[in-house]
């Protein structure tokens, strides 16, 4: 659920974004743009680690909320579930133009929204995680041949150096 301030200032925002879009493609852009910010912000590892685990995440491990620490602390299951849902994420963000008739902003933008939603979630007080597996997915949605190349690039750097923090780069 979200706090009464959260609340508060996402009202606050739509109502300026209301008072300030001169007509309704400008909010609707506006609008889904935001939406891939939250979309971005939901804390999944976080999220699975309370529920299920009934662990903060940010107090094992690297501190990180993302699917590396996942894996680490919750295990695979969880891990796999956090990776899934985080590259989801980056995906769908990619594609909400399509889904709303958004022309003339590239799904880049959106995507990175997810990313910085991600890194900056709103829903777990602007610290969240490195948002790789969320790349990932607005890599899968904007241009999957890149992500394959990438992909490649990813196993041999962790097959030579078996460091997940270096093959991210």
Same mark, same amino acid.
């Given at each position: ?18 008072a300030f879009c001169y007509n ?56 796999? @579930? ?5 590259? /989801?994420?980056?995906? $769908?963000?990619?594609?909400? *133009?399509? %889904?709303? +008739?958004?022309? =003339? @902003? ?5 995507? /990175?929204?997810?990313? $910085?939603?991600?890194?900056? *979630?709103? %829903?777990? +007080?602007?610290? =969240? ?10 890599? $899968? ?29």
């Amino acid at each position: 659920a979200l706090s009464s301030d959260v609340t508060l200032e996402l009202k606050k925002l739509l109502f300026l974004l209301m008072a300030f879009c001169y007509n309704e493609s400008m909010i609707k852009e506006i609008s889904v743009l935001i939406l891939a910010y939250l979309l971005g912000s939901i804390p999944s590892g976080l999220w699975i680690g309370k529920v299920f685990f009934n662990i903060n995440l940010r107090e094992h491990g690297s501190g990180n909320t993302g699917t590396t620490n996942t894996f680490r602390i919750l295990g695979k299951k969880a891990g796999i @579930i956090v990776f899934a849902i985080d590259f /989801l994420k980056g995906t $769908l963000a990619v594609l909400l *133009p399509t %889904f709303f +008739g958004i022309q =003339g @902003i590239s799904p880049m933008v959106f995507g /990175l929204l997810a990313v $910085l939603g991600h890194t900056f *979630p709103v %829903f777990a +007080g602007f610290k =969240g995680g490195k948002a790789v597996a969320t790349s990932a997915g607005v890599l $899968l949605g904007f241009s999957p041949i890149l992500l394959l190349i990438l992909a490649v690039y990813f196993v041999a750097s962790l097959y030579l150096t078996s460091m997940i923090s270096f093959s991210s780069v």
